[in-house]
């Protein structure tokens, strides 16, 4: 069964400075696909970054990026830059691959705190 | 550019009674899900459906109720409230098939207590 992992259950980062937020997932499945989500406090989910199980390089989207270490099963999410409307909750989330077969199963997030 | 709508935003019902939570896209996807947040819980997938009249349970179905007669509606029901689906739900659309990237986009939740 698949399984997401978020260690950290709560970040406190100064304004300016790079968030490295971990995630780590559990599937016997070869092909997956890797999704983080930003929540703020107004409670909708924002879709970040996108990340396949056979993507040669790590994704990057603006300040975002994905550290996919594959071997160790990791995707860890990189913020650059904080800005304060970076505080939110994050969620890190899977999809194993195969038709039909579009379930998201997620972490249980950390909540980011940027400090000005 | 609606996306995904869902209504009410808030509700509150007391035990045993009944209600239905709306969703609707215009996107012309063909997967559609309900997820339920629980505070230290993340998301948890109640329903889905990968297409019109094509429905299947996720992991929390008990309790609920889905049909998905048109692809722009996937409508939750709740059939006898209880304080346990006092909750915050979200529905989801995607287009549907075989790769994993297919982008799954929320509509802004609806937070529901049963008293």
């Known amino acids: 069964a698949q399984k997401i992992t978020q260690t950290q259950p709560g970040m406190f980062v100064q304004e300016k400075e790079a968030v490295t937020l971990d995630c780590t997932y559990d599937?016997?499945?070869?092909?997956?696909?890797l999704f983080w989500y930003k929540q703020p406090s107004s409670g909708e989910m924002i879709f970040l970054i996108y990340?396949?199980?056979?993507?040669?390089q790590n994704a990057t989207e603006g300040r975002y990026s994905l550290n996919f270490q594959k071997a160790r099963k990791s995707a860890n999410l990189v913020i650059s830059a904080s800005q304060l409307g970076d505080s939110a909750m994050y969620f890190c989330?899977?999809?194993?691959?195969?038709?039909?077969?579009?379930?998201?199963?997620f972490g249980t997030g950390t909540r980011l705190t940027i400090i000005p | 550019n609606a996306g995904v709508t869902q209504t009410p935003k808030f509700q509150v019902l007391k035990t045993g009674q009944s209600m239905t939570l709306q969703c609707a896209q215009d996107?012309?996807?063909?997967?559609m899900s309900w997820y339920r947040q629980d505070p230290g819980m993340g998301l948890r997938l109640i329903h889905y459906s990968v297409g019109a009249g094509i429905t299947d349970q996720g992991e929390v179905p008990n309790g609920y109720n889905v049909s998905r007669s048109t692809t722009e509606d996937f409508p939750l029901r709740l059939l006898s409230a209880a304080p346990s689906q006092t909750s915050v739900y979200f529905c989801?659309?995607?287009?549907?098939?075989?790769?994993?990237?297919?982008?799954?986009?929320f509509g802004a939740g609806t937070r529901l207590s049963v008293l």
């Open positions: 996107m012309n996807h063909e997967y």
């Open positions: 989801a659309s995607s287009y549907s098939g075989q790769l994993a990237k297919n982008i799954q986009y």
């Open positions: 989330a899977m999809r194993e691959e195969g038709f039909g077969n579009e379930k998201l199963t």
């Open positions: 990340q396949g199980s056979y993507d040669q």
């Open positions: 599937t016997s499945d070869p092909s997956y696909g």
